[in-house]
């Protein structure tokens, strides 16, 4: 006997229906029965690795896209620092009728407050000038092994206003910390008994001789040293207090810089590679070295953002300016604007000095 085969298909289940709606007398609709065959959505093992390529390829893009987005808020942020820090500066000269010193010289080789200590009050940190009271106190007498911890705390504070959000620079200026885990070498010093707050923005010192003599660098040389006058905004200034009373802690004045506010530089970056700064002021007045006069101030003759380290020898590190953002460094004038100039600009010195009468053909695009 023959086997029969069963045909299952909605064609058939359509054609039974209607034979059967006819048979009923055309009452009834035929019923349509549909497949039990259930297919399940899913990705094959290519499409997955498509997607995943694809995914990769658009984080690629985005990615660069995102840091520079990322790089060009930290750059404002900057140029934010140093507006405000300009602000601070202008109203001090707007008060007292000076700028502020570059840092106060007592006639010998000491710890000594700067610029970035005279302006605190005009940074809405008054908290910290009356905790330090540099108008009553000097440097080397706070920095001792038998310092207060108030003293300490306050030495040690970090503010976000003289710190660039590009650099990675720890928040103590120590050397060990900058170069190589074996070196303990201070940045503020001879041998300090604890570290002081990092800073990345610097005071230009000038860079042609204006006054200033002693026995190891006789006239003509320009370089921060004790009471040189190097030409610039800032350089150490006898204090009022010392053996030989000066004008200090008050700078220069306006009638001064003869070649413009809008054309002299009067504060520029320093990032994690030149060894950064320090706002409180100088570790050794007689020294222009990193534990020096330069943790404070900076020496343009040296080329922004130059590997100093190799270029000019070991010493010379950590003297100059630079930054973090691509291309470039940012500076604050005299005036209280700020310029980004960019890198390979063989020139910058011109903009250090304030009375050299040098032709200024740099042409920077200014904030």
């Keep these: 006997m023959a086997k029969r085969m069963r045909i299952d298909s909605p064609a058939v289940s359509f054609a039974t229906g209607c034979l059967r709606a006819l048979a009923a007398g055309g009452n009834q609709r035929p019923l349509i029965r549909a497949s039990r065959t259930i297919q399940r959505a899913g990705f094959t093992l290519v499409e997955m690795l498509v997607v995943i390529a694809i995914i990769g390829v658009l984080v690629g893009l985005l990615l660069p896209a995102v840091q520079t987005a990322r790089e060009a808020a930290r750059r404002s942020s900057c140029q934010n620092n140093l507006k405000q820090i300009g602000l601070a500066i202008l109203n001090h000269e707007n008060v007292k009728k000076a700028y502020p010193a ?21 940074m809405e940190r008054m908290d910290l000038y009356q905790t330090l009271q540099p108008d009553k106190r000097k440097l080397s007498t706070v920095v001792t092994a038998t310092a207060s911890q108030t003293d300490i705390d306050a030495l040690q504070t970090k503010i976000a206003g003289y710190r660039c959000p590009s650099d990675r620079s720890p928040d103590l200026r120590d050397k060990s910390q900058f170069d190589s885990p074996t070196l303990a070498t201070s940045l503020f010093g001879s041998s300090p008994p604890f570290q002081v707050a990092t800073s990345n923005y610097v005071g230009a010192s000038g860079g042609v001789w204006v006054s200033g003599t002693d026995g190891s660098y006789p006239t003509g040389y320009a370089a921060p040293y004790k009471n040189f006058d190097c030409g610039g905004i800032f350089f150490g200034v006898n204090d009022a207090n010392a053996s030989s009373p000066g004008r200090g802690p008050l700078g220069v004045k306006v009638s001064d810089i003869t070649d413009g506010t809008s054309k002299v530089i009067m504060v520029g970056e320093r990032e994690q590679k030149g060894l950064a700064a320090i706002w409180v002021g100088t570790g050794n007045a007689g020294s222009f070295g990193t534990d020096g006069n ?74």
């Design 102 to 122: 570059g840092y106060t010289y007592y006639g010998s080789n000491e710890r000594c407050w700067g610029w970035g200590t005279f302006i605190l009050p005009y």
């Design 294 to 367: 330069c943790a404070t101030l900076a020496r343009l003759s040296f080329n922004q953002n130059w590997d100093v380290y190799d270029l000019y020898g070991t010493d010379n590190r950590g003297k100059g300016t630079g930054s973090a953002h691509p291309n470039g460094v940012q500076y604050l004038f005299a005036d209280g604007a700020v310029a980004f100039i960019s890198d390979g600009v063989s020139t910058i010195n011109q903009l250090q000095n304030r009375a050299d009468r040098a032709p200024r053909v740099v042409d920077v695009s200014r904030y």
